[in-house]
């Protein structure tokens, strides 16, 4: 079955680490992007990506860093630069940036600062 | 700079009622608007898009409204049963990315 797939599920760090998340689609998707969700907030995008070896900052880029090396694949690092890093982290992809169309959602990661 | 604002925040209501949640934003230049489902820990799941020349969408017993000029989306869910207890949020597109709503938590009771 085609889909997202993020990994892992939760994430313990500590006090100055820098942690990547896993982000892999099989959708054959153009586009994919980064989200943090925090309670009671709308999701707000990190980064962003059309196309490989190309990515945009999104509204909350500071203290993450992204590749995008490969169509299939998109990891998020949380650097130690990011001050509140505890979060819910959602990865998306969709057939195009414009349209939005067929946007899937991985399960999400869940990252404990500790 | 685009602003979605969904009302209610939080929703309870018992099973077999009709009811309407809203979304608003702040900017009618829209692509497109989508109506997500997102349960507890997990990622969200597309319902129904909307794209900026349509009035509504309808899928099963979801049916989503669209009105650009007063920056308004509804979701209107028929029949309410306990599965559909989850939270629903809205974004819109104006071409490159989607905004989000805070969405609205819905519990329907048995």
């Known amino acids: 079955d085609g889909g997202i797939t993020q990994s892992p599920k939760y994430l313990f760090r500590k006090e100055g680490q820098n942690v990547t998340l896993s982000c892999e689609q099989n959708?054959?998707?153009?586009?994919m992007y980064w989200y943090r969700q925090d309670p009671g907030q709308g999701l707000r995008l990190i980064y962003y990506s059309q196309i490989v070896n190309d990515f945009q900052k999104g509204d909350i880029a500071e203290g993450y860093s992204v590749s995008r090396e490969k169509k299939e694949s998109f990891p998020l690092t949380v650097t130690s630069a990011q001050k509140n890093p505890t979060a819910f982290y959602l990865c998306?992809?969709?057939?195009?940036?414009?349209?939005?169309?067929?946007?899937?959602f991985g399960s999400g990661t869940r990252l404990t600062v500790v | 700079k685009q602003e979605v604002t969904q009302i209610p925040a939080a929703l309870s209501v018992p099973e077999g009622e009709n009811l309407v949640l809203n979304c608003s934003f702040t900017?009618?230049?829209?692509?497109?608007l989508q109506w997500f489902r997102q349960d507890p820990g997990k990622g969200l799941t597309s319902l129904l898009l909307i794209q900026s020349s349509q009035r509504e969408q309808t899928s099963g017993r979801l049916n989503a409204s669209l009105d650009k000029s007063s920056g308004r989306s509804t979701l209107y869910i028929a029949a309410s049963q306990p599965g559909d207890s989850a939270t629903y949020l809205c974004a819109v597109s104006g071409g490159q990315n989607f905004v989000f709503g805070p969405g609205t938590r819905l519990s329907v009771l048995p």
């Open positions: 959708l054959n998707h153009d586009a």
């Open positions: 900017d009618s230049a829209i692509y497109n």
């Open positions: 998306a992809s969709s057939i195009d940036l414009r349209a939005g169309l067929g946007y899937t």
